[in-house]
């Protein structure tokens, strides 16, 4: 499977948060090619600040593996991590982080600023951004046009 698929899947994700009234943000986490926890953003339906898709994705794919170690996993998410996430994907070792659409607010890949490029950490993960962003950022214009109306 490719990169393109795997966003596909978190795209997925990302339709079922809009059809449930949340910003359309999708994430999955793969294993050895296995997709291990599929999410979206939850924050209006459980109340929580950090209800994000990458944070609930993470806490699936420690469940599934046991361990908070996900040094062998690569999340997929359609919007670029914000700090909070990015904390996260740091925390849990994420080893390859790919995301779709850019976010020049709050993206902490390289748009807002670089969570790679913070001196003296003990991890990076690798990135790829740009995967289907057209296709993802189209979404979430479409979620927020439709809040305005």
């Known amino acids: 499977m490719d990169d393109k698929y795997y966003m596909q899947k978190a795209m997925s994700e990302a339709e079922q948060a809009f059809l449930e009234n949340e910003v359309p943000i999708g994430c999955v986490i793969v294993y050895k090619d296995e997709i291990i926890a599929s999410t979206h953003n939850r924050k209006e339906q459980l109340n929580r600040a950090t209800a994000h898709a990458e944070i609930l994705a993470i ?21 670029e991590p914000c700090p909070m996430c990015a904390g996260a994907i740091y925390q849990s070792r994420i080893k390859r982080v790919v995301f779709g659409a850019f976010d020049p607010k709050g993206g902490a890949y390289g748009s807002n600023f670089d ?35």
Request: hydrophobic residues 35%; aromatic residues 8%; contains cysteine.
């Open 59 to 79: 806490e699936k794919s420690c469940l599934v593996l046991n361990d908070w170690r996900l040094d062998e996993c690569t999340l997929y998410v359609t919007l």
């Open 115 to 149: 969570m790679n490029a913070v001196p003296r950490l003990n991890h990076y993960p690798s990135v790829t951004s740009g995967v289907l962003k057209d296709e993802c950022s189209v979404l979430i214009k479409d979620f927020f046009r439709t809040k305005r109306q």
